[in-house]
């Protein structure tokens, strides 16, 4: 294993703490692989984007608040969706501006990467191994891809994966359909967008469509599902897991 030089904190996200655990599990092997000395600070909470997205802006401020608190001595902050990363990066500064907090709040943005944009530019690692073996294809999230302006740092990764052949994906850059609580609000809406992403997703011939974000891999997952389809919805770190 490489000699420890990097120390950073691992943000497990509510629907990673809930839903998608393995994924927590394989960054933390992946990045101890690397050399990083990673920590998981007690206490996590939501990172206030379902507030704030519901016009809750004075409760999300809240939330905001509570992660400069919990993150204030990680040198950095590695988070495995870009929804909160952007969150935590671009909102977060914004709610706590008027604060005593604010000059935190900007310094934790800074600190912040999504998992993909920390291995290539904070590591410089853009080659991995991994037991999967095939075609895969990878879906843009939408606040990874609009919010973050990050669609490079997944697919080197993906692009220089030892036996993994990147196809890529009809309508990319469209959204899947979940957008939160916009899935539950408008459902049919939703499930609509849904089916475009699948059979786009299945018409590559790939094993499994690979997301940065676990809210798009949860929606995705449930259609694929559905749908009695043999593609599996992934996480990065799932396929680059030691």
């Known amino acids: 294993m490489p000699e420890a030089s990097v120390r950073a904190a691992l943000m497990i996200t509510c629907l990673g703490d809930m839903l998608f655990p393995d994924v927590g599990v394989a960054i933390v092997r992946l990045?101890?692989?690397?050399g990083v000395t990673v920590e998981f600070?007690?206490?996590?909470?939501?990172?206030?984007?379902?507030?704030?997205?519901?016009?809750?802006?004075?409760?999300?401020?809240?939330?905001?608040?509570?992660?400069?608190?919990?993150?204030?001595?990680?040198?950095?902050?590695?988070v495995p969706s870009g929804s909160c990363a952007w969150m935590v990066k671009h909102e977060g500064p914004g709610l706590?501006?008027?604060?005593?907090?604010?000059?935190?709040?900007?310094?934790?943005?800074?600190?912040?990467?999504?998992?993909?944009?920390?291995?290539?530019?904070?590591?410089?690692?853009?080659?991995?191994?991994?037991?999967l073996r095939g075609r895969v294809t990878y879906h843009d999230s939408c606040h990874l891809l609009r919010g973050l302006r990050e669609s490079a740092t997944p697919r080197?990764?993906?692009?220089n994966l030892d036996g993994v052949e990147l196809?890529?994906?009809?309508?990319?850059?469209?959204?899947?359909?979940?957008?939160g609580s916009f899935s539950v609000r408008l459902p049919e809406v939703s499930s609509a967008i849904l089916e475009k992403k699948l059979t786009n997703v299945e018409a590559t011939g790939a094993s499994c469509v690979v997301a940065c974000d676990a809210g798009c891999l949860m929606q995705m997952a449930g259609g694929l599902t559905r749908r009695k389809s043999q593609v599996r919805a992934v996480h990065l770190a799932e396929l680059l897991e030691p």
């Open 96 to 131: 706590l501006k008027d604060t005593p907090l604010a000059g935190e709040a900007r310094r934790l943005a800074e600190r912040t990467y999504e998992l993909s944009q920390f291995l290539v530019r904070v590591l410089g690692k853009t080659r991995f191994g991994s037991r």
């Open 31 to 34: 990045l101890r692989s690397l």
């Open 156 to 159: 080197e990764i993906l692009e």
């Open 41 to 78: 600070p007690p206490g996590q909470t939501c990172c206030g984007l379902p507030l704030f997205n519901s016009g809750y802006h004075a409760e999300a401020a809240g939330a905001a608040r509570r992660l400069v608190e919990i993150f204030k001595d990680a040198p950095y902050v590695v």
């Open 167 to 179: 196809v890529e994906l009809p309508g990319h850059d469209e959204c899947c359909g979940f957008g």
